[in-house]
């Protein structure tokens, strides 16, 4: 659980996967994009499509910052073969991490192999890329979050995710069915589609025991770090724990 007495803005980038999503993206906002999660050190940055995969990593080159994309992003409703080549070729371009949009009509169907059979070529297809499960949680019962997060845990992928962020963000009622599934596995979490007023909400989700958030919003949640300390949601920083 990340300890947020111990960080300042620099190590609180690492809290964060920045990311530029909007359907009038522009080579310029994907470079502007980068540039930006370099500057607050972010644990990684992400685009809609590895379109813009080349651009990315070139805007990374010799940095820690990791180079990532959504698969299926973001209806996830492709079949398991078309998404595990996505997969492939993301890695093949350079993509380290992967988060892949589950086939959420499939699950609500109750076809749990299908959603199985989709998250286990797409964790073969990875490779050694950082693998992710987007659940698009505000279309789900906590029931079929706690199932979804049951498979994610049993084919062994890195990270659970609330959402895309395209639509309606997670309640924190979501999270905590998927925190407390997930509780006794090595799966981490990721939010994503965190609701207004952000920097308090994204906050708040790394207090009740995210590892990552995931937004287009990182400069501005990193910097109202100390905003927080000062209205007492965030802990005073006692510096990093040696």
């Known amino acids: 659980m990340i300890d947020l007495s111990t960080l300042d803005k620099w190590s609180l980038g690492k809290c964060f996967d920045h990311s530029v999503l909007p359907k009038q993206t522009r080579e310029a906002d994907i470079r502007a ?7 607050y050190n972010c644990a990684a940055f992400y685009s809609a499509s590895t379109y813009w995969t080349p651009i990315v990593v ?24 078309l998404k595990a080549a996505e997969t492939e070729y993301a890695v093949k ?22 959603i199985t059979e989709e998250l286990t070529v797409f964790k073969q297809a990875a490779g050694p890329a950082l693998t992710k499960a987007i659940l698009e949680v505000c279309f789900l019962t906590d029931d079929e979050i706690a199932t979804a997060c049951k498979i ?6 890195d990270y659970a995710k609330t959402s895309t962020g395209q639509f309606e963000g997670p309640s924190m ?13 090595p799966v981490k979490l990721k939010v994503a ?20 958030i995931g937004t287009r919003a990182a400069v501005e949640i990193i910097e109202a770090l100390d905003q927080m300390r000062a209205i007492g949601l965030v802990p005073a920083y006692r510096g990093p724990v040696n």
Do not use: H
């Open 33 to 39: 994009g980068c540039r930006e999660a370099v500057a």
């Open 58 to 81: 070139e805007e990374l080159a010799g940095t820690d910052v990791l180079v990532a994309t959504g698969i299926d992003f973001a209806w996830g409703a492709s079949p398991a073969v």
């Open 93 to 114: 371009v350079g993509c380290q991490a992967v988060d892949i949009v589950i086939n959420v009509g499939a699950l609500k169907d109750g076809r749990y192999d299908l």
């Open 152 to 157: 994610v845990a049993e084919v062994g992928l």
């Open 173 to 185: 009622n979501q999270f905590l069915v998927m925190k407390k599934t997930l509780e006794d596995t």
């Open 193 to 212: 589609g965190v609701k207004f007023p952000r920097p308090q909400n994204a906050y708040t989700f790394i207090l009740a025991g995210t590892d990552l």
